[in-house]
T-cell receptor, first 113, second 114 residues
């Protein structure tokens, strides 16, 4: 069965500093991977997705992610964070067909002024 | 505007009562999903539907029921058999059952059992 691990429950970053959120997956075939962001009490917004091709994927709000098959990872990065980036971030993998997504438990990002 | 609406935003229920959460989409998507979110647990799949009048159980379907009588609607009923129903419930949809389609989420309903 597919699984997604986000090793960091909380991460604190100073405003203007760089950010990397980790995601590791377990999946037998080529994974279809997503990063979503959730503000408190809100739904999820798609940041970016990877299906195939270029392993460096660009998303919205200045985020990017790199797929590394050898490390089973799909880490999310941003060169300079803004206070508005404070939120919960979820990595997810497609379960197969129309079966929905398997999510990691999320990483809570805190931005220090 | 196209999108997914969920109502109500907040819902309170007494123990032993059934309650139905609404999910409507005007994106003309075939597939719809219900997830449950608990603090520190991520999202877990309750039910999903690929087409009208058809749906499948997800990982935590016990104590829940759904219907899909119309393409745009996928209501979730939380029954009294659900042992711990207090949670944040998210509805999602995607264009079809194809794995590469993006899943879009509604704003969620927070259910509290009193």
């Amino acid at each position: 069965a597919q699984s997604v691990t986000q090793p960091d429950i909380h991460i604190t970053v100073s405003e203007g500093a760089s950010l990397e959120l980790r995601c590791n997956y377990s999946y037998g075939a080529t994974p279809y991977l997503f990063w979503y962001v959730q503000s408190p009490g809100q739904g999820l917004q798609l940041l970016l997705k990877y299906f195939s091709g270029d392993t460096l994927v660009q998303g919205i709000k200045g985020f990017e992610a790199e797929f590394k098959r050898s490390q089973s990872s799909f880490n999310l990065r941003k060169p300079s964070v803004h206070w508005s980036d404070a939120a919960e971030y979820f990595c997810a993998v497609v379960r197969g067909g129309a079966d929905g997504l398997t999510f990691g438990k999320g990483t809570h990002l805190i931005i220090q002024p | 505007d196209g999108g997914i609406t969920q109502s109500p935003k907040y819902l309170f229920r007494k123990e032993g009562q059934n309650v139905t959460l609404s999910c409507e989409q005007n994106l003309n998507h075939d597939a719809m999903y219900w997830y449950r979110q608990d603090p520190g647990q991520g999202l877990r799949l309750i039910y999903y539907s690929q087409i009208v009048n058809d749906f499948q159980k997800g990982d935590i379907a016990e104590g829940y029921s759904v219907s899909r009588e119309k393409k745009e609607s996928f209501p979730l009923t939380v029954t009294s058999a659900q042992k711990n129903p207090t949670a944040f419930y998210l509805c999602a949809s995607r264009l079809s059952g194809t794995s590469t389609d993006t899943q879009y989420f509604g704003p969620g309903t927070r259910l509290t059992v009193l």
